[in-house]
């Protein structure tokens, strides 16, 4: 049995993840404390689990974050992601780190698994005072952003008949570094008042290249290829989900009538606005032969879709996924994933955060359509829908990411790269 401290920002799509791998390991016999937000106390030990909270600015609400008015007027891009790390990740860090030096003060013989974007572990590996974990191996719901000579965080740069594709690369990365300026320059700033030397790498390689490993939740042929990828960093799949005493709906037979069943969802962050996404589905697959499920996420409150559309706050998508023909969402990564995992074609619609990164891995592997807006058209909506309902390219395509999916058990792979010695 080894003690595992499993740390994560107090942000549901970063925390979900570690706390499916923190049952995962508990399962297999370790010793789990989970330091996050207080708010999720109840979540943690409701799935067996010791917890640990978080305080001052680190045991934040993420929706009063995104209601900040800094953030008015910002539109989707660097200005807009500057401000969501800075105030969602940055300024969190010394507070993520006193926490983190309670535990490891009051039981030094522990490892640490934590979210990549949890960075109370940097001020200590970056020569500030304080205690270490055995090991720590971190976490990436997101898709990476590692600088590299084959890729951007977008994907690889298109050139022209003998341009210099690594040439392009490199030029892009630098100007996406540049770009992030203002989170490194704060990051830096408060790395300093620790007592911790400023970080020499950029903040986006960093949290992939400075933890003793990094387990990316993807896999080859969704991620970007990378030849120089640190052999520090692995991509080993996704992470089991599960939702214990969950009870069908009463409408669930109906997904047996033998339509196509389309599934739509904003996620569990981005879902206060309806009207962005799923209220577009279902106006636009009103009179298609289709059964519509929005999952949302949120309270329904009066939200009525068409007569062959069904509307719930919560579906456990390995119940619905597999049922499903086409999966519509803003982009978020855990959603995606267990999507295309399932054998699932999607159309991506999102401008904010990861979601344009894991839209462009969507298109480029031709897993999907990109739909490039977070605000589609109905009529964008049901021609991308009839797409896929009839492309056998994309779906085989995806037929075969599922099997890559199913060849890695997440769990076993993080447990290995946790206990492995330094």
Do not use: C
Not at 73 to 80: F, H, I, S, T, Y
Not at 127 to 134: F, I, S, W
Not at 251 to 277: E, F, H, K
Request: charged share 20%; aromatic share 6%; glycine share 10%.
């Amino acid at each position: 049995m080894a003690k595992i401290i499993v740390a994560a920002p107090p942000v549901p799509g970063e925390l979900t993840p570690l706390l499916q791998l923190g049952r995962g390991l508990a399962a297999r016999g370790h010793r789990i404390t989970v330091l996050t937000g207080s708010r999720f106390r109840v979540t943690v030990e409701n799935a067996g689990l010791g917890f640990a909270p978080l305080h001052g600015t680190a045991d934040y609400d993420i929706g009063q974050l995104m209601a900040l008015p800094e953030r008015d007027g910002l539109q989707p891009g660097p200005a807009l992601l500057n401000s969501d790390w800075i105030h969602a990740f940055v300024n969190p860090m010394p507070d993520q780190h006193a926490a983190l030096q309670e535990l490891l003060d009051e039981d030094p013989d522990q490892y640490l698994i934590s979210n990549v974007l949890f960075l109370g572990a940097w001020p200590t590996r970056l020569g500030a005072p304080g205690r270490r974990p055995l090991r720590w191996v971190a976490v990436s719901a997101a898709p990476l952003a590692l600088n590299s000579d084959d890729t951007t965080f977008f994907g690889p740069v298109p050139v022209g008949p003998g341009e210099d594709a690594v040439a392009a690369n490199r030029t892009a990365n630098a100007q996406f570094a540049a770009a992030m300026r203002p989170t490194q320059d704060r990051f830096n700033e408060l790395l300093s008042r620790l007592g911790a030397t400023p970080a020499d790498v950029s903040f986006v390689d960093g949290i992939v290249t400075l933890p003793d490993a990094t387990a990316a939740l993807t896999v080859p042929g969704f991620e970007f290829a990378r030849s120089d990828l640190p052999a520090s960093v692995h991509l080993v799949g996704i992470l089991p989900t599960g939702q214990d005493g969950w009870e069908p709906p009463a409408w669930w037979p109906d997904l047996d009538a033998g339509r196509p069943i389309v599934v739509v969802t904003q996620g569990t962050l981005a879902n206060g606005d309806l009207s962005q996404l799923v209220e577009p589905t279902l106006a636009a697959l009103a009179d298609s032969d289709v059964t519509v499920v929005a999952a949302l996420g949120r309270d329904p409150g009066g939200l009525r879709g068409p007569a062959n559309a069904r509307v719930a706050e919560f579906i456990p998508f390995q119940e619905l996924l597999p049922r499903a023909s086409v999966f519509i969402t803003n982009g978020g990564s855990g959603g995606l994933h267990q999507a295309l995992a399932a054998g699932v074609p999607a159309i991506v619609a999102g401008e904010t955060e990861d979601k344009p990164a894991n839209a462009a891995r969507v298109e480029y592997h031709g897993l999907g359509i990109n739909l490039r807006t977070a605000t589609p058209e109905p009529k964008a909506i049901k021609h991308a829908t009839d797409l896929l309902l009839k492309d056998t390219d994309v779906r085989e395509n995806v037929r075969k990411l599922a099997e890559v999916y199913a060849s890695h058990d997440a769990v076993s792979e993080i447990e290995r790269l946790t206990l492995t010695p330094s």
